[in-house]
């Protein structure tokens, strides 16, 4: 029903005494805007998983890992993660956390200089010192860096924890019961305790945390087999890097071996393989300089039988895809989505299907200040919408359809006929599935290579006559490949068509 003349004036009336409004004031009550500290932890905790949580404590250690390899030391590094439905702990040997990276940063909610001002959007205004989220003060390429990891990651898997730890010159420890914290509501201090101890009496470097009182839940999956072997192998592929190094990580007394990082490469002249390389740095908008290497191949083995034809491939190749590195800690892969540029179309990879099983692409990018790295908050994806990600993004869609046509040729030489020369399928079986840092290691000074393979065979002609695929008892199969000398299903249905062809069809 349509409005009449006065019905649509109290709005404006409102605003006119709003902006009247100090005008006839005559009590200004404040309200505590606060947050409630139950709230904050729910807030804090929601999103991350459980093992999320646990890579987090995994990578403040292997930045302290980093911290002491960078200090000249040479001794050896171990992570030590023991976790079931009782407690859950970690401890290493790595540098420590310093008692003032402690007290300013390792368990305080952010960092300092983070807070707003009414000039903070000033170019010109100077920033604070960069310093990173959870206690190894001034470590450049850290993985721990958002401030909340540590805190996030206790807060999530329990009620009451204590953390340890020494430096060459400093021990602290503290221990918080989280029910009791939050009875102190006005309160959200956490005490730290600095002991005052002779060098010889500091207790061995490194740093120790213990969660004594597992939030339910928590120590229902850490019981579960399941769980924790989840846990092994994301440990495994996301700190692959780590191990590699020489760093041990170990889960239950049980030492952990990094996923295999490798493509295919063959130098013989006649039947080379050599994958593709690309190095370059990107800037983003405050000036910081991200490094970027992309290594683009294949696999030299895969586990599809040979001959096989998508269709028939009954599970994806599981490590094919795309793996994506910040700082040298995993962050996805292997990936095969739209994010990394599966997605179809002329402007994009194809969409993923098993042809492109043997894919293997690697991409690092690194950066002094962490901050710069287009990287999520539990660092288990990246933020596809910064710049510096649509940059290394389209530099992977180059690369990639590379890849693409490496494998279209070797899908063509699969279905061709057996007595035709198969150049690339030749190459590969002689190749050997060789570490990334070895690939490097090959190009001695070259900043960049290119994709490198046989041409293909002329006499295998793309795109000409029609695919045939039937399903037969498996011994009549058996029978008749070995009467037929051949050892593949292509090869028994090209033979058997031939045979009628040249029999039945063909011209004498």
């Known amino acids: 029903m349509p409005m009449s003349d006065g019905q649509h004036v109290l709005g404006p009336r409102l605003l006119d005494r709003v902006r009247d409004h100090d005008a006839d004031a005559v009590d200004v009550r404040p309200v505590d805007a606060g947050p409630v500290k139950r709230f904050f932890i729910d807030i804090l905790t929601r ?50 956390i310093s008692v003032d990276a402690a007290v300013d940063y390792a368990f305080r909610l952010g ?19 960069e310093a990173p989220g959870d206690g190894v003060a001034g470590q ?21 924890f204590t953390v340890m730890s020494a430096t060459e010159d400093s021990y602290f420890d503290m221990h918080l019961d989280v029910k009791k914290w939050i009875r102190k509501a006005d309160d959200w ?53 780590a191990l590699e190094r020489g760093v041990v990580i170990r889960l239950n007394e049980e030492a952990l071996v990094a996923e295999p990082t490798v493509l295919a490469l063959n130098l013989k002249p006649d039947d080379l393989i050599r994958p593709l390389v690309e190095r370059f740095e990107l800037e983003d908008d405050e000036g910081r300089i991200v490094k970027v290497e992309i290594y683009a191949g294949v696999a030299a083995k895969t586990q599809t039988a040979p001959g096989a034809e998508p269709e028939t491939v009954q599970e994806a190749e599981r490590s094919a895809g795309w793996y994506v590195f910040g700082n040298d800690r ?6 095969r989505s739209a994010v990394t540029g ?13 042809q492109f099983g043997r894919f293997r692409g690697y991409v690092y990018m690194s950066a002094e200040e962490s901050e710069a790295l287009p990287w999520n908050t539990t660092k288990t994806g990246v933020e596809t919408s910064d710049p510096i990600w649509t940059s290394v993004r389209g ?9 693409i046509n490496l494998l279209n040729q070797l899908k063509e030489e699969g279905s061709a006929d057996d007595r035709l020369a198969k150049p690339l399928t030749s190459a590969l079986e002689a190749a050997k599935n060789t570490s990334v840092s070895e690939v490097a290691k090959t190009m001695k000074d070259e900043v960049s290579q290119t994709l490198a393979y ?24 058996e029978a008749v490949a070995v009467a037929l000398d051949v050892n593949s299903a292509a090869a028994v249905g090209r033979a058997t068509f031939d045979y009628y062809y040249d029999e039945f069809v063909g011209e004498d």
């Open 140 to 160: 450049p390429r850290s993985i721990g860096q958002f401030g909340v990891g540590m805190k996030r990651s206790l807060f999530k898997m329990g009620t009451e």
């Open 47 to 96: 999103d991350v998983e459980l093992n999320d949580a646990i890579l987090d404590l995994v990578d403040n250690s292997v930045d302290s890992a980093a911290k002491l390899r960078a200090s000249g030391s040479q001794d050896a590094v171990l992570i030590d993660i023991v976790a079931d439905s009782h407690s859950f702990s970690i401890s290493d040997n790595c540098a420590g």
């Open 330 to 335: 995993l962050l996805m892969g292997p990936e």
């Open 395 to 403: 530099e992977m869609l180059r690369t990639g359809r590379e890849v």
């Open 111 to 129: 960092r300092p200089g983070d807070e707003l001002s009414d000039d903070d959007d000033d170019p010109e205004r100077p920033r604070p010192q």
């Open 454 to 477: 046989p041409d293909a065979n002329p006499e295998i002609v793309k795109g000409k006559g029609h695919r045939i695929a039937y399903t037969v008892d498996e011994d009549a199969f």
């Open 189 to 241: 201090n956490i005490d730290v305790r600095v002991h005052d101890l002779d060098r010889a009496k500091l207790p061995p470097r490194g740093t120790a945390i213990v969660i004594h009182r597992l939030i339910p839940a928590v120590a229902t999956a850490l019981g579960e087999l399941v769980v924790t072997n989840r846990l092994r192998e994301d440990l495994r592929s996301k700190h692959r890097m």
């Open 342 to 354: 599966w997605a179809g179309g002329r402007a994009a990879l194809p969409l993923y299907h098993n």
